[in-house]
């Protein structure tokens, strides 16, 4: 299984930017998705989660009602819209994906990663 994040970029405080995660391999529906994100000198941290059913989504309490998960299966992807985005935000970000039952805010409970893409967001 192989993850292919993509969509960062710099953007202006108040910008919004789509971040995509491209799952190769069979059963992507049986696959828990979420995504964290590394700040220069900081621990890796969660941002959002999906379940295997795209009805279950979970939210750090820093993006709440400013970032928004999804999935398509029959993409093999699982979107990142994050919009009203503020300096705090920038970081690179990971997605990250596990075909079990996975603890979602916890970075060591996935089995495979992207390898980040880099989101900047300027005052």
């Known amino acids: 299984v192989q993850l292919q994040a993509s969509g960062g970029g710099l953007v202006q405080a108040g910008g919004s930017l789509r971040l995509s995660c491209e799952v190769s391999?069979?059963?992507?529906?049986?696959?828990?998705v979420g995504w964290f994100r590394q700040a220069p000198g900081k621990e890796r941290e969660f941002v959002a989660g999906?379940?295997?059913?795209?009805?279950?989504?979970y939210y750090a309490d820093s993006v709440k009602a400013r970032f928004t998960i999804s999935r398509d299966n029959a993409k093999k992807t699982v979107s990142l819209r994050m919009d009203n985005l503020k300096p705090e935000d920038t970081a690179v970000y990971y997605c990250?994906?596990?075909?079990?039952?996975?603890?979602?805010?916890?970075?060591?409970?996935?089995?495979?990663w992207g390898q980040g893409t880099q989101v900047t967001v300027s005052s």
């Open positions: 999906i379940g295997r059913s795209a009805g279950s989504t």
């Open positions: 391999g069979h059963s992507f529906s049986r696959y828990h």
């Open positions: 990250a994906a596990k075909n079990a039952i996975v603890t979602i805010g916890v970075p060591t409970d996935y089995d495979y």
